[in-house]
């Protein structure tokens, strides 16, 4: 059975500011309920040569990029770097749901 969603816990690696989002497949969107770093927010997100990218709600900006973080094959506990595009910063990515 298909995954439906996967939500992925990420943290900034200076002050260890953390977010929460969660990636649906339908429509291929991510929200986050604000955290520390990334406010309310949502967009839309893509996978290219196994890792995703968060982009805005329109697809023009790029939010976050969870290296190596792939919808289909990543699992809970599964976790590495990311860089916080719009925030200017990098830290790390960890898998904590996928349903």
Known sequence: MARKAMIVALSEEVDNLRATVTLARA??????TGGEWLGATEG???????TISLKD???????AV???CS???SGVGDNG???YTL??????????TVT
Not at 27 to 32: A, I, K, M, Q, V
Not at 44 to 50: D, I, M, P, R, S
Not at 57 to 63: D, L, S, W
């Open 27 to 32: 429509g291929l969107r991510w929200t986050s």
């Open 44 to 50: 839309v997100w893509v996978e290219v040569a196994g």
């Open 57 to 63: 709600a329109a697809g023009n900006v790029v939010v």
């Open 66 to 68: 969870p290296f190596a």
């Open 71 to 73: 919808f289909d094959t």
């Open 81 to 83: 770097r990311a860089n």
């Open 87 to 96: 925030a200017g910063r990098n830290g790390r990515w960890l898998v904590t």
